[in-house]
């Protein structure tokens, strides 16, 4: 009896500690978001608040002058993602239906780690990979002085976001079960056809999600696009050669000397990136969900 | 109409064959890049030697007058051979005499060192009637720093990230119940895993390096690397828990274990084989992981000799490949780094595959 109760005890106090990792997680996702926000949005109250409206709409960064301005930012983020999203969802999704409805064995297994391994390539080799090549390529044919561009960052963000988009939709194709196939074939369809009027929908929501990581992927890198950016304090962007500075390296350049009032508006865009990541989550949860209840 | 088909088809096709090839040829691409600039980098002074130039004063024993060969090119009072540089003053060590002193000397704090071939020796002077007072400078440019660095922040990592994690993975397969709590915790993982890097840094930055006063150092990187390792952890040890079919905890309940012992005895040993998988890959991203480190553990190439505050600053090898390109826009030294980086991550995917297969094979 005596025993049994140690035993007990034991148990109870194991099972608390698994419970309290488990809590770990749960703990640093709240602290995140307080540190971050509490930081971010602290400058825009109290007796000195910068105007919040002049955050978000100003064009100006400089923080010499005490502006901070960062919708320039905001543009050139969401732009030059959306740019690696258009060229590289359908490239990744053809790569996609290549792997699991084209190729044969052999070649799969040379294309898959191949594309793991594309994935596993640290993202500053990307941005070294940008600098010793995409740039210097842009450079020929700009009617700018410098390869540094938006331009540039699209390329590099719509290879980096292919492993993600193939590993996704390749599971999700994958997944669709053979009867929706032999049921179009049966209805005299062409394998080609069979493959974007029943495979590829039936597999929507997988691909969805896939193009959805894809946007959080990219709008949250920093290392490789900060290479290529060229990451200038102002200014609108107006065309494709232009050089752009996404939140992302606004935080990464600056946060290194930062202090008091700029530090703190480096966490406020750092609020501003985290808001679209949020949305970013929620519209992936919404598309899990939504495929878990079919 | 059939023949619009066809055409559509072929078309449609092309572009899926496209697709497949231009992504075989970018990663191709990349890598060939990488490895053309990177390999004529590689050597054994890029991999062994600090990065940074280290100057320094040395008092050297002389060989007795009487027993000094004389030589071309032999600087006879410590019995070293060398190479005079381009800018006539320096002299490159390219080799000892049998009784050099040379490998044996003090520095300013009395402290063991060595003049190793390589060294730049730029000035020799009369110490005292039997000692020299050497200009000794050992050539940087090498990585080694940044492996060590690198090595410790993993090692660290995962010291951190690796109990909470598989812990986790055990409450949320083996003990918690459907419920609230459970929906909140899975909730929170999986917001984890969506959180980009750079604001983990910033987390980082605030708490780990200014509030709790750490400093640019490698445990303020450690701890934030291991709350972004956190997700995948847990994914990756659940998946392998939840493979493990449930009559092996039945019978070992049935037999009178404890849940505690079922879950000690019988389930961890038979998913350890993707615990590991999970540490391998946790591996590979805390190696390739750069942006929440630049806001962390700072710039700093050398070895941290503390874990926090002064001297714990490291630059790991991805952060150094950045700053070098950044600062000095030398493309081929990062891509040396890069080979390495390259190399490390392809032994790690063949570590994970050789794991899952023999796991696999093992399950039948």
Request: charged share 15%.
């Amino acid at each position: 009896m005596e025993r049994n109760k140690v035993r007990d005890t034991i148990e109870r106090i194991v099972e608390t500690i698994f419970l309290l990792s488990a809590l770990v997680g749960v703990v640093s996702v709240i602290a995140i978001i307080v540190f971050v926000f509490y930081k971010g949005l602290h400058p825009f109250f109290g007796e000195q608040a910068y105007p919040f409206l002049d955050f978000i709409t100003g064009t100006k960064w400089a923080p010499g002058e005490g502006t901070y301005g960062i919708l320039h930012m905001i543009v050139a983020s969401i732009v030059a993602t959306c740019g690696a999203i258009v060229v590289g969802v359908p490239i990744g999704l053809l790569t996609a239906v290549f792997l699991s409805e084209i190729a044969d064995e052999r070649l799969v297994k040379i294309i898959r780690p191949a594309v793991e391994l594309l994935a596993g390539i640290p993202s500053v080799l990307y941005g070294v990979f940008g600098v010793g090549v995409i740039v210097p390529a842009i450079l020929k044919i700009t009617p700018q002085v410098q390869g540094q561009s938006i331009l540039a960052v699209m390329i590099v963000l719509t290879i980096m976001i292919l492993p993600t988009i193939i590993t996704l939709s390749e599971t999700a194709l994958r997944a669709v079960p053979d009867r929706y196939r032999e049921a179009s074939l049966g209805l005299g369809a062409s394998p080609i056809q069979t493959i974007f009027c029943a495979t590829i929908p039936a597999a929507k929501s997988g691909i969805l999600s896939a193009a959805v990581l894809g946007v959080g992927r990219a709008i949250g890198e920093t290392m490789a696009v900060m290479l290529v950016a060229g990451n200038p304090e102002s200014g609108m962007l107006s065309s494709i050669w232009d050089q752009i500075r996404p939140l992302t390296t606004n935080i990464a350049i600056e946060m290194g000397y930062a202090s008091g009032q700029q530090q703190e508006m480096l966490f406020a865009t750092g609020v501003v990136l985290f808001i679209f990541i949020m949305i970013v989550n929620l519209i992936m949860i919404t598309i899990t969900k939504k495929a878990g209840n079919e | 109409m059939r023949k619009n088909q066809k055409i559509k088809d072929g078309i449609l096709s092309s572009c899926i064959y496209a697709s497949a090839a231009f992504t075989v040829c970018i990663l191709v691409f990349i890598i060939g890049f990488i490895f053309v600039k990177g390999i004529p980098k590689i050597n054994g002074h890029f991999l062994t030697a600090a990065y940074d130039d280290e100057t320094a004063y040395v008092i050297a024993e002389t060989i007795p007058e009487e027993n000094r060969a004389s030589d071309k090119n032999l600087l006879s009072e410590i019995g070293v051979y060398y190479d005079l540089e381009d800018d006539g003053v320096s002299m490159k060590v390219t080799d000892f005499t049998a009784d050099s002193t040379a490998k044996d000397v003090t520095n300013m704090n009395g402290e063991g060192e060595k003049i190793s071939k390589g060294d730049l020796i730029t000035s020799i002077e009369p110490n005292d009637a039997n000692h020299v007072r050497i200009k000794v400078t050992k050539v940087g440019g090498g990585i080694m720093p940044m492996m060590v660095s690198t090595l410790f922040l993993v090692v660290l990592s995962l010291l951190i990230a690796a109990p909470v994690g598989i812990l986790s993975a055990i409450y949320l397969n083996e003990y918690a119940k459907p419920g609230r709590l459970l929906t909140i915790i899975r909730f929170a993982i999986q917001n984890l895993s969506g959180i980009p890097s750079i604001i983990y840094g910033l987390f980082g930055a605030l708490v780990f390096v200014q509030m709790l006063g750490m400093q640019y150092s490698i445990l303020a990187g450690a701890l934030t690397i291991s709350i972004i390792l956190l997700p995948t952890m847990i994914s990756t040890t659940e998946e392998s828990l939840k493979a493990i079919p449930k009559g092996i905890r039945e019978s070992s309940l049935g037999l009178g274990a404890t849940k505690l012992q079922t879950t000690l005895r019988v389930v961890v040993p038979n998913a350890l084989p993707g615990i590991l998988v999970a540490v391998i890959l946790s591996i590979g991203r805390i190696v390739g992981e750069s942006a929440a480190l630049l806001l962390t553990a700072g710039t700093v190439a050398a070895i941290p000799n503390a874990l926090t505050g002064e001297g714990a600053a490291a630059a790991t090898l991805t952060i150094k490949a950045y700053t070098i390109l950044k600062e000095t826009g030398d493309v081929s030294t990062s891509c040396g780094i890069g080979v390495v980086l390259i190399v490390l991550i392809i032994l790690l995917n063949l570590a994970s595959k050789a794991v899952t297969a023999r796991f696999m094979k093992k399950q039948g």
